[in-house]
Each structure stands twice: as C-alpha cells, then as structure tokens.
C-alpha cells in the first residue's frame, strides 16, 4: 500500500517560513500530479497548490507569490515552501498525490492522501 506522511508542521510566528515535506513510501512505480490542500477552523478543506510530474505548477489566490510547491521525484517527495505565514494560513494541511503502482496484471493509477500536518500561525 502506498502511504503519505507530511512533516513540517507546528507553530509559526506570522511572517514565518516553514516548509513542509510530504514523502510517499510503497510500491510505487511513478508518481504523477500532486498537490497540497488546507482545512483552516471552520472552513471547507481547499486546494493550496498542485505540481505536475513535469513540474507545472498551479496556485490558489491566496497563497500565490507566497508559497512555493517542488518535487523531488527520486525521492517521491512533494514540498510547500511557505513565506510570510498570516494568521489566515492557520490549518491543517494535507498532501495528495496521484501514483502509477504495479497490479498483478498490469498498472494503475491510484490518489493518496496524507493524515495532514497541522500549521499555526500566531501574530
């Protein structure tokens, strides 16, 4: 089975740089599309960022010229570089990824979340 685990989370004082990491273990034979979504209090779970395999990348309005989502393919990896952390940013955020993995008879494509990492930004 393929699992996600994000890391990086904790408590950030607004203005803050975290960067968070979201590695993906099993048996994976490619990882394709992924992406970052947030859940603040309250509020509907949202796309943050998502990066192709080819690494084009696609950002929410919010976060746009703050946040930085990269990849690291060798090591199935998907990261969210964030600057100047806001209050608003506070969350819980979790990582996606769309992934090729080996069947008995042939290969398929398959979405895995992450359980999510939780961000406080306090000012």
């Known amino acids: 089975q393929v699992q996600l685990v994000e890391s990086g989370g904790g408590l950030v004082q607004a203005g803050g740089s975290p960067r968070l990491s979201c590695a993906a273990s099993g048996r994976i034979f490619g990882m394709n599309t992924m992406g970052w979504y947030r859940q603040a209090p309250g509020k509907q779970r949202e796309l943050v960022a998502l990066i192709t395999r080819g690494g084009s990348t696609n950002y929410a309005d919010s976060v746009k010229g703050r946040f930085t989502i990269s990849r690291d393919n060798a090591k199935n990896t998907v990261y969210l570089q964030m600057n100047s952390l806001e209050p608003e940013d506070t969350a819980v955020y979790y990582c996606?990824?769309?992934?090729?993995?080996?069947?008995?008879?042939?290969?398929?494509?398959?979405?895995?979340w992450g359980k999510g990492t939780l961000v406080t930004v306090s000012s």
């Open positions: 996606n990824a769309n992934v090729t993995i080996p069947a008995i008879s042939d290969f398929r494509r398959m979405g895995y």
